[in-house]
C-alpha cells in the first residue's frame, strides 16, 4: 500500500477504536456483573448504544470524502469498519441468547 494510506486518516480508525471500546465495555462487564437480563437498561448499555451509532456519522463522512477519490482502498477501510461494527453486535446478541 501506500505511504498515504486512509487508513491513517481519523475518520478511517476512529470508528475502528469506537468498536473496540464498545467491545472492551461489553466485556468488562460482562466479566464484572456476568449475564444479566434487565427489563430496563443500565447506563453501560446507553453508553455502548451511544458509542455504536456516534460511528455512523463518521463511517458516513469517510465514504463521502474518500470513496470518490480512491474507491479501492476506501471500500478496504469500510469493509474493516463493518466487520468492528458488527463484532459488538454479534457479541450482544450471544450473551442475550444465553
Known amino acids: 500500500m501506500k505511504d498515504d494510506m486512509l487508513l491513517k486518516q481519523a475518520s478511517a480508525w476512529l470508528p475502528l477504536a469506537m468498536s473496540f471500546a464498545a467491545l472492551v465495555l461489553l466485556l468488562g462487564y460482562v ?56 463484532i459488538p453486535i454479534v457479541a450482544v446478541i450471544w450473551f442475550e441468547s444465553l
Not at 430496563?40 to 451511544?50: G, K, M, N, T, V
Not at 465514504?63 to 469500510?78: D, E, N, T, Y
Request: aromatic share 12%; glycine share 6%.
Open 31 to 86: 466479566g464484572i456483573f456476568g449475564i444479566a437480563h434487565h427489563e430496563d437498561e443500565s447506563a453501560p448499555a446507553r453508553i455502548f448504544q451511544l458509542i455504536m451509532a456516534a460511528q455512523l456519522p463518521i463511517v458516513a463522512y469517510f465514504a463521502i470524502k474518500w470513496l470518490p477519490k480512491r474507491p479501492g482502498q476506501s471500500l478496504f477501510v469500510l469493509a474493516l469498519q463493518a466487520v468492528a461494527w458488527t
